[in-house]
């Protein structure tokens, strides 16, 4: 599954535009800033969040090293915030990405989450979003 996921990642960060965002939001990236550490890897002008619940978070800032001190990504670059399901609590960003997550989550969370993703679209003005199942 990691290296699938990896492969996944790799090809993303290479097909997808990230040169017209500044900042990136990986929703619920639970594997220790994966997702972010391959694309930011990649682009270098990017400044990432990883957005999950707050144990993950907890857990990806405790790590040593989580996957983007492993790949020599300048702590200034990234940050996790926990809160994932709390009201208003999506960051404002450029782009939000998911990936592999909404088949997690029961029918309720899994619309709570998007509609919340959405909404902070709106707020941001934002239009880009990515869904990766």
């Known amino acids: 599954m ?27 990236g639970r594997s220790l800033g994966t997702l972010l550490s391959i694309i930011l890897k990649e682009h270098q002008h990017l400044f990432g969040i990883g957005f999950d619940l707050d144990h993950v978070t907890e857990n990806a800032t405790m790590t040593k090293p989580n996957k983007l001190k492993e790949k020599q990504i300048k702590k200034t670059r990234y940050q996790f915030i926990p809160d994932m399901f709390k009201p208003k609590t999506i960051p404002k960003a450029d782009a939000y990405m998911m990936k592999s ?11 709570r989450l998007t509609n919340k993703n959405y ?15």
């Open 2 to 28: 990691a290296a699938s996921s990896t492969y996944i990642v790799s090809s993303i960060a290479t097909i997808i535009t990230f040169s017209r965002f500044k900042l990136l939001v990986d929703i619920d």
């Open 101 to 111: 997550i909404i088949h997690d989550w029961n029918d309720e969370k899994s619309i």
């Open 119 to 133: 909404e902070s679209k709106t707020i941001t003005g934002s239009q880009n979003d990515g869904i990766i199942e």
